[in-house]
């Protein structure tokens, strides 16, 4: 049970308040606008990188900020639900709990940190069925992109109109992936080469919420992720869901949130994407 102002706030893992939703959605978009500011302000301005497990996964003094910024208005504001951040990890409790916050204060810190202009600011409630609300800045264009489980999704406030069911197929689209800390995954070549026989364009560009937040807003059809941490993914699953794109885990299962490996897609072109992804596995059939 959460206490907010003094007052109970009940909360199960298969319904959450509407209140409390509300609520989590105002102060997500307030915090996402919060940092957007700071990193249009200061991206490839001497961010002082240090390598965390490679020289190539950097942290910059703005993650630990924004993420420090984030703990301590979530906390004030929804004292009992815990945090799980790629900067300072989880909260006691966060493993089990029925609510968890789940932030990545700067998704694509090496773009960051080059300037180049591709980086985003994600943060996602999350209870036992996936993201409940999420929300993506992408400073760079001056969006703000926030979902709610079935409330939509909307860009700047304005609604975002949901993928049709119809799809002309992947010839002459985008589909966006990432390379994984240490490189190309494994089938990442005959995954270009299946999508370049297609005629679908890849897109490598260095942040997974981002590229996930392409598929939701209809500029690609599909984006493949083989290896990533849950902050990565979070917010931009919430778009995805609330747009009605498809979301796989590697066995062509739908899930809300994959552990290991996710494809989110645009309804007519999920099957063949996953076919390209994981040859091997089953034929999956989308509704």
């Known amino acids: 049970m959460l206490v907010r102002h003094g007052r109970p706030v009940t909360v199960t893992s298969s319904q959450v308040q509407p209140g409390l939703v509300s609520r989590a959605i105002e102060v997500a978009g307030q915090l996402a606008n919060d940092a957007a500011e700071v990193i249009a302000a200061t991206a490839g301005r001497g961010a002082r990188p240090c390598a965390k497990d490679s020289p190539f996964d950097w942290v910059t003094d703005t993650d630990r900020t924004l993420e420090r910024h984030t703990r301590r208005v979530l906390d004030a504001e929804f004292p009992e639900v815990p945090v799980v951040g790629e900067e300072f ?20 810190t090496a773009n960051y940190v080059a300037g180049l202009p591709w980086c985003a600011y994600s943060l996602a409630l999350v209870d036992a069925g996936g993201p409940v609300v999420g929300v993506v800045a992408d400073p760079y264009r001056g ?27 992947v010839a002459g689209t985008l589909v966006c992936t990432e390379l994984t800390r240490n490189g190309p995954w494994p089938g990442m ?40 941490q849950e902050w990565d993914v979070a917010g931009g699953l919430a778009l995805a869901a609330e747009a009605g794109a498809v979301v796989l885990d590697r066995r062509g299962h739908p899930h809300p949130m994959p ?16 076919g390209w992804w994981q040859p091997a596995a089953r034929p999956i059939r989308v509704l």
């Open 89 to 108: 990890g989880a909260d006691d409790g966060a493993d089990g709990a029925p609510l968890r916050w789940v932030v990545d204060p700067v998704d694509g």
């Open 143 to 169: 969006q703000l992109y926030a979902a709610a489980r079935d409330r939509g999704i909307r860009a700047n406030g304005r609604p975002v109109p949901r993928l049709g069911a119809d799809s002309r197929g």
């Open 189 to 228: 070549d005959r995954f270009a080469e299946q999508a370049a026989a297609a005629h679908a364009g890849i897109r490598i560009l260095g942040s997974a919420a981002l590229a996930i937040t392409q598929v939701a807003l209809g500029h690609a059809t599909a984006t493949v992720l083989d290896s990533y």
């Open 259 to 274: 552990a290991d490996g996710l494809l989110v897609a645009t309804p007519g072109v999920a099957a063949e994407v996953f």
